[in-house]
């Protein structure tokens, strides 16, 4: 292929991509690789055409670790620039399509959502962007992962967990530290008993297995015996439980036969009924299952959208999304912080306030840049200091005093010190006017 039919089909893709309806939420650019150069920060995919004459008709796929947008068409020739350029756009379209969605869900809520720049999504759109919002953590630029292995008997006491989070859980979380930085620990507990607060498990006569009900499993954790600490340092703790029951509750399982579930905003929990040679000691194999189980998990956990197929695509979505989410709470916080200014008129405003304010909106300002340019990394940094900025503000010390601190507090304390004093001002003034009018009734 040409440069110059690159070009072409380039310009006829962005011409479909820019009569699309929701142009207006986001804007796609594209170029062909020529014009990129060596900087390929503001990449979002790369789109890469090949020629295969066994091919009856183009095909597109979307590969699973990187950006790349594979197209193969029978024949490259000027006479299928058209084509192309048609099935490009819709693809781009699709795959983008989600995303679009979720970051028009989030808009909904603001300033923004009557503007009639952000575009319709449909009520399924917005069932589904609730349920994964409601699973996920909340933005934190630390997350500590706690993996945990309760077993309600002696055995098993060992398990290759390092091992198997190398092979299994950092090749997936090594993309994510683009967008919060991850520490992961182990622990292991033995004569681990369910929650007093549960039924337990019953047993199922006609398929001779252990079932817990669904109505127990929000309720499964003991936290009061259970060492899993809510919090470690500043980030919120997301726990991966796998629960081994005892030999005479095997096998185990949920009511509906699976055996794992997501509590939100708090971790994954899984059942794992060992074999007779896993007793004593699981390697890396026997925990593979729990593995590939955790890693589902935790995407959701951590909001990571499901599509599209690519995990790095998915990755930039997440990322931008988490940029957009900031940028909302941080306007909102200095709204907020203005309506109380406003509103207490009298309250003190320390220069530190003021020095964190003009943060947060340098920090805006350029995160809005960012985003619009394509530089998706340094709009979530810029973004991220401004709503630390804008917390620090809305927080500061000196003024969450001066908050709750209404006229009525004022009344009450200085009333005491005041009464006293007042009294006898009070009988004067009485004694005063009184001998005022009697001499008045004397001249008259």
């Known amino acids: 292929m040409s440069p110059q039919q690159a070009q072409n089909i380039a310009i006829r893709s962005q011409a479909i991509l820019d009569l699309r309806e929701d142009k207006s939420l986001y804007s796609f650019h594209v170029k062909p690789e020529a014009l990129y150069g060596n900087g390929t920060d503001d990449r979002t995919l790369t789109v890469r055409l090949s020629a295969d004459a066994g091919t ?84 934190a630029s630390t997350y500590h992962l706690t993996f945990s292995l309760f077993a ?130 699981l390697n890396v194999d026997d925990l593979e299952p729990v593995m590939l189980t955790f890693a589902d998990q935790l995407m959701s956990l951590m909001g990571v959208p499901s599509s599209p197929s690519s995990l790095s695509m998915r990755i930039s979505s997440l990322k931008r999304e988490r940029a957009t989410s900031l940028i909302l709470s941080a306007s909102s916080t200095l709204g907020a912080l203005v309506r109380l200014t406003r509103k207490l008129e009298s309250i003190a405003i320390p220069s530190s306030v003021a020095t964190s304010v003009d943060k947060t909106i340098s920090h805006l300002e350029q995160a809005c840049q960012a985003l619009r340019t394509g530089r998706f990394q340094a709009a979530l940094e810029h973004a991220r200091v401004a709503e630390a900025e804008a917390e620090k503000a809305f927080f500061e010390p000196s003024m969450v005093g001066q908050v709750y601190f209404p006229d009525e507090h004022k009344v009450a304390v200085y009333v005491p010190l005041l009464g006293p004093m007042a009294v006898p001002l009070v009988m004067s003034a009485l004694k005063e006017l009184r001998a005022l009018r009697q001499r008045k009734v004397k001249t008259s």
């Open 152 to 281: 309600s008997s002696a055995t098993p006491s060992a398990w290759e967990i390092e091992e198997a989070l190398k092979q299994y859980i950092e090749p997936l979380i090594r993309p994510l530290f683009t967008v919060s930085d991850f520490t992961i620990d182990t622990q292991v507990q033995l004569f681990a008993s369910f929650s007093p607060s549960i039924a337990g498990p019953q047993l199922d006569a006609e398929s001779n297995t252990w079932k817990l009900l669904q109505s127990d499993l929000g309720g499964f954790i003991n936290a009061a015996e259970w060492p899993l600490s809510p919090s470690i340092g500043s980030g919120p703790t997301v726990n991966m439980v796998v629960y081994v029951p005892g030999p005479s509750q095997r096998p185990l399982l949920l009511e509906n036969g699976g055996n794992s579930w997501i509590i939100p905003q708090w971790g994954g929990v899984q059942i794992f009924n060992p074999q007779e040679h896993q007793a004593d000691h």
């Open 56 to 139: 009856k008709s183009p095909s597109v796929n979307l590969r699973t670790w990187q950006p790349i947008l594979d197209v193969k068409a029978a024949s490259l020739d000027s006479g299928a620039d058209d084509s192309l350029a048609v099935l490009i756009a819709q693809e781009v379209q699709h795959i983008f399509q989600d995303e679009q969605a979720s970051v028009a869900y989030l808009l909904q809520g603001s300033s923004h959502g009557n503007t009639g720049l952000v575009g319709t999504i449909t009520p399924e759109q917005a069932r589904a962007q609730e349920r994964r919002t409601t699973r996920a953590f909340k933005y």
